[in-house]
């Protein structure tokens, strides 16, 4: 089996190498398979993420989903070391400003932030996914670190709910598993939505089944 390391390599490494055309095309179709989904019907806040190193881009989908009468938020990283993203409202043509890595965040006023168990749905990058909600991610436990509360909530009533976005070439068989690793509720890729089989959480508090 591949180490993370490894996986993490191969996978940004393929990523990257997609055209544009390639793309373009993946986001506008998994703008609809999000759309359709049941977790976008019933999710009023919605957290996304501005793509970096060949990340599916979302801009067209928050566009939509904003005019949708959506409420978008973006994570703001925090002063190091604290690991934790922060939410801020996003509205399609605000000023963004770039981060540490470079990555273009809402300026981070107050007023604008929400708590991360008050979003409906949290749309998490990743590199790798399986069938099982196991995610991988760029390696710093980011998103780990910042829902790591959902792991103590009970049964149906798990908020926000994961949603793992991802190219369908980054699906691979099984992922390494580590114990502070907060599964996706479901991931969705251009092809439509995985669905993935979580042993935790019982079929009939699946919202996405239609
Ligand atoms: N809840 C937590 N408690 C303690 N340590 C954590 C927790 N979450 C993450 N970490 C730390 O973060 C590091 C990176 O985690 P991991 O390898 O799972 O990254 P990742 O999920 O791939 O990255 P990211 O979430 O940033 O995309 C781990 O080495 C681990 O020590
Ligand atoms: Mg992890």
Redesign the pocket.
């Known amino acids: 089996m591949e180490s ?1 390391a490894e996986l993490r390599h191969r996978i940004r490494w393929q990523r990257r190498q997609l055209g544009l055309g390639e793309r373009t095309r993946a986001a506008r179709r998994l703008t609809a398979v999000l759309r359709r989904s049941r977790w976008y019907r019933y999710s009023r806040r919605i957290a996304c993420y501005w793509a970096t190193d060949g990340e599916m881009d979302l801009s067209g989908f928050l566009q939509r989903a904003h005019q949708d009468g959506r409420a978008i938020y973006l994570p703001v990283l925090n002063q190091r070391p604290v ?1 934790k993203l922060r939410f801020h409202r996003y509205r399609p043509g605000e000023r963004l400003r770039a981060n540490r890595f470079g990555i273009p965040e809402p300026l981070p006023q107050q007023a604008n932030r929400i708590a991360c168990r008050d979003l409906d749905l949290v749309l998490v990058p990743l590199v790798a996914f399986d069938g099982q909600g196991h ?11 910042t829902f ?1 509360f959902i792991r103590h909530q009970q049964g149906r009533w798990r908020r926000p709910r994961l949603l793992g976005i991802a190219f369908s070439f980054q699906r691979i068989a099984a992922l390494p598993v ?1 114990p ?2 907060i599964p996706l509720a479901d991931v969705a890729t251009e092809r439509g939505l995985a669905r993935c089989q979580i042993e935790h959480r019982s079929r009939s508090s699946n919202p996405n089944r239609s």
């Open positions: 993370k690991k995610r991988l991610g760029m390696g710093a436990g980011f998103y780990d670190h790591a580590e502070w690793d």
